[in-house]
């Protein structure tokens, strides 16, 4: 049976590229910076012009289908996912990084249909690291099979999670705690990339053992949570329930014992949903 979204994808693939270059370049020159709502919640003039340059592009040859963009959302856009093709777009995951040059800067999107992740992309375009995905058909890196670790003891692990300014005390108080809480497990250690989608192609490789995050949105999970998923991964909601991708948190790990560690070590905080009404 043929897969129909192949030529979707392989189109993506040659925008993703082009957006890549567009990021490389960026880098070389002075990098325009805005502020959205707090010191530490940036947006550079890249990322709308690669939000831009990848919504048209793929626009122009699939009139019909729906986006989900970063920057799109940000200026008002909704960000509502239903059954209709969908495209989820994060030009950069990871602006901090790149405002500061850090190496781990990408490209993501996922591809949805009836709901259902069909294809994610996540373009690492410093390290040119093109992680792909399409449900049914395995994970690739440059176009080589990647897989999970298959780590099933946490003491033996290495996690990734994400560290940052919280305008909430308590928030910050329990995200603090949660990391404490994984190392004394104890675990190998904890590393912070700076990059969600990154992060959970780290760990579809076997480069890291599980992630998890509260507070991010569909479209920092969308491209990876298909790569993770067809490395062999295990992804879920921080509660230890199914994953929602509009949920603004989760859990991936190389196996299932170790995410049921870390669902019952973390405490949630509330984060919202993409999908809320304003």
Avoid at 43 to 70: A, C, M, N, W
Avoid at 129 to 152: D, H, L, W
Avoid at 180 to 190: A, D, F, K, M, N
Avoid at 241 to 254: K, N, Q, V
């Amino acid at each position: 049976m043929s897969d129909p979204w192949k030529e979707c994808m392989d189109y993506c693939l040659e925008v993703t590229k082009e957006a890549g270059k567009m990021i490389r370049d960026a880098l070389q020159r002075d990098i325009s910076i805005m502020q959205k709502s707090s010191p530490v919640d940036l947006v550079t003039e890249t990322d709308q012009k690669v939000e831009e340059l990848i919504i048209s592009s793929i626009r122009k040859k699939y009139p019909t289908h729906s986006f989900i963009g970063e920057e799109s959302v940000a200026a008002g856009a909704a960000s509502v996912l239903t059954e209709n093709p969908t495209w989820i777009i994060d030009p950069i995951d990871g602006t901090t990084n790149f405002v500061h040059r850090f190496p781990f800067v990408c490209v993501s999107i996922g591809f949805t249909v009836n709901k259902e992740i069909e294809f994610g992309i996540v373009y690492s375009c410093i390290e040119e690291k093109m992680y792909t995905a399409r449900r049914g058909k395995g994970a690739f890196c440059n176009g080589v099979p990647i897989k999970v670790s298959g780590q099933e003891d946490i003491s033996k692990s290495l996690v990734l999670t994400e560290t940052g300014f919280k305008k909430d005390p308590e928030h910050f108080r329990t995200m603090m705690a949660n990391m404490e809480s994984i190392l004394t497990i104890p675990v190998h250690g904890i590393r912070s990339p700076g990059s969600a989608a990154v992060n959970m192609c780290l760990v579809a490789c076997g480069a890291a053992d599980a992630y998890y995050h509260m507070g991010i949105h569909c479209w920092d999970m969308a491209g990876g949570a298909a790569i993770v998923r067809e490395a062999g991964g295990v992804i879920m909601d921080v509660s230890g329930g199914p994953f929602d991708l509009m949920s603004r948190r989760l859990i991936t790990a190389s196996s299932r014992a170790i995410a049921d560690c870390i669902a019952k070590k973390i405490q949630p905080f509330p984060c919202g949903r993409d999908d809320a009404e304003n």
